[in-house]
Structure formats: structure tokens, C-alpha cells
């Protein structure tokens, strides 16, 4: 349906009929098919990481550009049981899943299990899965960061703090809500990935 409440020119909304807080496989999947099939992104905010009605869980689909899909910043990280995975530092650390829509969907709900909470951010079938550390940075008041912002699109809210911001603040308040410059995390999330897709490799995944 289209958002009665829009941030962005049509935009819509994705939701199950039965109300639940987390995306199963069938959602997952559908989802990956249906921005393959048409030219929206589609973002995912979860509770604890910018979801305005967390128990019922909803996509927000967008026209517009996000700094997140920028194919030039996206450096490749490994190959395994038909899924390709690239590594994104910019605007926030993220993984991208790219390759068949079941594995996917499968490595990102098993990926959900260990790393708790989460956005995604769907383009072209291809997925980002953005590890979370904070919802609310510390610099920003009472600013709820979700997937449009950890994926670089910023909706200030008032025109005073739109006035006011600077890209320090932008920057500092996403390191706190994401995995930016935390190694110890980032390489413990990408050791737990690489098991996912290795354990799925060894029965028989392709």
C-alpha cells in the first residue's frame, strides 16, 4: 500500500497480514523478489533499530537514491554456497548478499539469530544486512536511527536541527549506532557469517 504518512515521494509499505515482530523466510524472500521486479528500495527497521510499530512488522519501499547501494565502495569479501558477499564501510558497516533469493534469505535469518538488532536494505535483489549497535545516538536528542539513516539518508527532525547539524555529528552519531570502527565486533559478526555459509556449504547448498 502506499504510506498515508510519507518521508519520501511514493513510498509505500509491505506488511503480512498477521501481526509479528520478525520477517520469516516467505517475507524475506518476497521481498528480494519483488525490488528485482520493480525499481524500489526496500528497507527494514526492527525493534531496537528504528521500527515505528515494532510488533508488526512492515518494509518501506523508496525511489530514492541511498548512498548504501554505491557499487564502488562495496569490496568483495568472499564466495560460498552460491552467495556472493561484499563488505561495505560507507555511510555504515554492512554486508551485501548477493545471489540466489532462498540462500539469502536463509543466511540473514540465521544471521538474525547472533546478531540482534538489525536493518536490512534491499536493492536490485541484492541485500545488506547492517549489524546495530544503538538506537538512539547520544549527540542527536531523541532521534531514532533507522535503515534510511544507517543507509545514508538523513530526515532531521525540525528545521532548526537541520540548520544546525554537521557532518560531524552525522558521522559520530552513526559509528554509535552501527559496527563503524569497531573491529573486535566486525570480526566477530564476519567469523559467525563465514560459519552460516560454511555449515549450509557442507549439506549440500549450492
Not at 536493492?123 to 532521534?143: A, D, H, M, Y
Amino acid at each position: 500500500i502506499h504510506n498515508p504518512y510519507p518521508t519520501l515521494e511514493e513510498q509505500i509499505i509491505l506488511f503480512p497480514f498477521e501481526v509479528r515482530e520478525n520477517p520469516t523466510l516467505d517475507d524475506v524472500v518476497s521481498v528480494i523478489r519483488f525490488s528485482k521486479e520493480t525499481d524500489y528500495n526496500l528497507i527494514l527497521n526492527l525493534r531496537f533499530s528504528g521500527a515505528s510499530i515494532p510488533k508488526h512488522i512492515h518494509f518501506q519501499g523508496h525511489k530514492t537514491y541511498f548512498p548504501v547501494t554505491d557499487q564502488a565502495k562495496a569490496e568483495f569479501l568472499l564466495e560460498k554456497g552460491g552467495i556472493i558477499v561484499r563488505r561495505l564501510s560507507f555511510p555504515s558497516y554492512s554486508i551485501r548478499l548477493e545471489g540466489d533469493e532462498t540462500e539469502i534469505a536463509e543466511t540473514i535469518l540465521e544471521l538474525a539469530q547472533i546478531s540482534m538488532p538489525y536493518n536490512l536494505f534491499i536493492n536490485q535483489g541484492n541485500v545488506n544486512f547492517i549489524p546495530r549497535c544503538k538506537e538512539i545516538p547520544s549527540n542527536l536528542g531523541t532521534w531514532q536511527f533507522g535503515a534510511t539513516e544507517v543507509s545514508g539518508l538523513f530526515f532531521p527532525r525540525n528545521f532548526e536541527q537541520y540548520q544546525s547539524l554537521s557532518l560531524e555529528e552525522l558521522e559520530g552519531a552513526l559509528e554509535e549506532a552501527t559496527f563503524n570502527s569497531k573491529k573486535e565486533l566486525i570480526e566477530k559478526f564476519e567469523a559467525d557469517l563465514f560459519s552460516i555459509l560454511t555449515r549450509k556449504n557442507r549439506y549440500g547448498k549450492k
